[in-house]
């Protein structure tokens, strides 16, 4: 984790390496906005120009991730680039569907394989509503949310929608994660393997804390960045 | 017989005033004064088996102050009341069985310590890890979908008294949502696939 000193150094001019040192959770950030590796020693400004990445965005959502409880100031958030939070945000719904879901399926069915058929059945069906539940989660944000936010940005927002409405019902998408993390750890008959165990675990965990940091950056900077232009309009 | 109160507090001033207005009233009797929680001082919350522990909430860091109370039971099943001389965070006291100040006369804190045991004795107690029988039950209700009413109707409970236990199993498990206290219920064969189906 960030201490207080690198918290003061994520800026423009630092280095894209030395910013990826701080966390692995970073990674994530960087493969999903879709910059490539092999960035040598260019600074994160660089690097997001020949994206054509808001560099402010790109820090802002990584500080995010790197710092546990980090807040944005007013300046930071009205240097970012709303166009480039959207994006982030689509591009994770995708990655958590097609890849982070997957993986986590893959690692559940060969952890409960040994097991019986209803023992399968269970842990498949309560799998499966999450799912459902995620993906119903992000298809209301994509069909309601992000369009609205394009639409104040464009001034043509429709009164009838404000962006303190999806923050009141900002549903909370980790509780059944939490739950399955518990029934895996806790309770899986002793059939199920080690190695297996602790796959399962690690995707969960790993989604876990990803969808907590999303959820940040959808409260604390998708939030504030649409409240205000709102506002203005 | 007199009732066993614990102080933690650390004030020597305060917890000897404390001590002194028990004492001189009989019914209740201090059986010891901690100044802090310390994974020791845990240890000897948990062997004095107090009935009442009176706590200055000030003892806990900010950041694990909302937790206080939960914090003690896991070392002790007391009614536990904080005692507070200042302006205090009036959410973050709402989690004790009830409050004291540093003003009240002798005769209100009695009077507080007393209603504070009488609300816990008809909580439910829930001790130890594994869930209890009547723990279970309600497990296998909220498994099969039933509504706190009407599990509390089945077994002639008040909703309140079902929440608490819903709270209890929620701690126990570690299990939050009705689909994975269900998933819980059929792994340990409390209730059959096919009656959920």
Redesign the interface.
């Known amino acids: 984790m960030a201490t207080t000193t690198e918290r003061h150094l994520l800026s423009p001019s630092m280095k894209m390496a030395d910013l990826m040192n701080l966390r692995f959770s970073l990674l994530g950030v960087l493969t999903r906005m879709g910059i490539p590796f092999g960035f040598g020693d260019e600074t994160v400004e660089e690097v997001c120009r020949k994206q054509g990445i808001n560099p402010e965005t790109f820090l802002l959502i990584s500080a995010v991730y790197a710092i546990d409880g980090y807040l944005p100031t007013k300046e930071k958030l009205e240097k970012a680039d709303l166009r480039d939070v959207l994006k982030y945000l689509r591009l994770s719904h995708a990655y958590y569907m097609n890849v982070a879901l997957q993986e986590l399926e893959m690692a559940l069915e060969n952890l409960i394989a040994p097991c019986g058929e209803?023992?399968k059945?269970?842990?498949w069906k309560?799998f499966a509503?999450?799912k459902d539940e995620l993906s119903k989660h992000f298809e209301y944000e994509e069909k309601t949310v992000f369009p609205h936010a394009e639409a104040v940005l464009r001034q043509g927002a429709d009164r009838n929608f404000t962006i303190g409405e999806y923050e009141e019902n900002h549903s909370n998408v980790e509780?059944?994660l939490?739950?399955?993390k518990?029934?895996v750890m806790?309770?899986?008959?002793p059939v199920c393997g080690q190695q297996d165990t602790y796959k399962a675990l690690f995707y969960i965990f790993s989604l876990e804390e990803d969808l907590e940091k999303h959820t940040v950056v959808e409260d604390e900077i998708l939030v504030p960045i649409v409240n205000r232009l709102e506002n203005h309009e | 017989m007199s009732k066993r109160v614990l102080l933690i507090i650390p004030s020597a001033i305060v917890a000897r005033g404390v001590e002194h207005i028990f004492n001189d009233l009989g019914e209740f009797e201090v059986c010891g004064i901690l100044t802090d929680l310390s994974s020791s001082k845990e240890a000897q919350l948990r062997n004095m088996d107090p009935d009442v522990v009176i706590v200055d909430p000030s003892i806990f860091d900010h950041a694990s102050r909302g937790n206080a109370r939960a914090a003690l039971s896991e070392h002790t099943s007391a009614a536990v009341l904080a005692i507070v001389g200042s302006l205090w965070d009036e959410e973050s006291l709402k989690q004790y069985d009830g409050v004291l100040s540093l003003y009240d006369v002798p005769t209100t804190i009695i009077r507080k310590v007393r209603a504070a045991l009488e609300d816990r004795s008809e909580t439910p107690r829930s001790e130890g890890e594994e869930l209890s029988a009547r723990e279970k039950e309600i497990l296998v209700c909220v498994a099969k979908g039933m509504l706190n009413k009407e599990i509390a109707d089945l077994y002639n409970l008040s909703i309140y008294t079902v929440i608490t236990h819903r709270k209890n199993i929620t701690r126990k498990?570690?299990?939050?949502?009705v689909?994975?206290l269900?998933?819980?219920a059929?792994?340990?064969n409390l209730i059959d696939?096919n009656t959920i189906e």
């Not at chain 1, 806790?186 to 008959?189: A, F, M, S």
């Not at chain 2, 498990?173 to 949502?177: E, F, L, M, P, V």
């Open positions: 209803k023992h059945r269970i842990i309560f509503d999450y509780e059944k939490e739950d399955l518990n029934l806790k309770y899986l008959p | 498990t570690g299990i939050k949502t689909a994975g269900t998933v819980y059929l792994l340990n696939i």
